[in-house]
Each structure stands twice: as structure tokens, then as C-alpha cells.
Nanobody, 122 residues
């Protein structure tokens, strides 16, 4: 499985961005898909995840109500819609795939994309 994240950029506080993650390889529809982020000098942290069917989602408390994760298994795509962005959302965002039973743990994921930079100015 190869993952390619895109859609990052520079946005003012309160603005929106939609990140996309394109997956190649077989059995995409079987994978749990997650988004993580890493700010300079900080550890990688969980943002959100979506089950293989899309029926279940998980979010970090700080993004609940602002971010929405979705997927299109027919297109091998997963998305992260980010609204009401804050400067503290500034980070490199990574998509990940795996058969994780603990969606919030980075170590549970098998495959990672290269990351896309999101910068939110105040």
C-alpha cells in the first residue's frame, strides 16, 4: 500500500482546508485509515480515523466538531475536512493505513504517506 497525502497549504485562522489521501495497492477497503499530525518539536499525534466501512470514526478531542474524516472506497481515497482552523493546528499531516485495533496509536498502523504541510496564520 502506498499513500499520497495532498491538499495542505497556508490558511488564515478560521479558514478551511480539505486534505486528501490517495491509496494505491490492493484491499484498500479493508484498511482502517487514520490522520496524524506532527508539529515542530512535538511528537506525532492522532487527529482522526475511519473504519474500513466508514461506519465508525474517531477524533482527537481538540478537533471534534471542526474536522471530519471520510472515505471513498471506490476511489481509494480518504479525506480530512478541516474547518475553523486555528494556529495550533499548524503541523505536517500524515495519512496512515492499517488493521489497527487501537486507532489512536501510531504504532498500530502499517503504512504511512509522506505528509502535507498545513500552516494556519493568526
Amino acid at each position: 500500500v502506498q499513500l499520497q497525502a495532498s491538499g495542505g497549504g497556508l490558511v488564515q485562522a478560521g479558514g478551511s482546508l480539505r486534505l486528501s489521501c490517495a491509496a494505491s495497492g490492493r484491499a484498500f477497503s479493508r484498511w482502517l485509515m487514520g490522520w496524524f499530525r506532527q508539529a515542530p518539536g512535538k511528537e506525532r499525534e492522532f487527529v482522526g480515523a475511519i473504519s474500513w466501512s466508514g461506519a465508525s470514526t474517531w477524533y482527537q478531542d481538540s478537533v471534534k466538531g471542526r474536522f471530519t474524516i471520510s472515505r471513498d472506497n471506490a476511489k481509494n481515497m480518504v479525506y480530512l475536512q478541516m474547518n475553523s482552523l486555528k494556529p495550533e493546528d499548524t503541523a505536517i499531516y500524515y495519512c496512515a493505513a492499517g488493521t489497527a485495533t487501537q486507532p489512536r496509536r501510531p504504532s498500530e498502523y502499517d503504512y504511512w504517506g509522506q505528509g502535507t504541510q498545513v500552516t494556519v496564520s493568526s
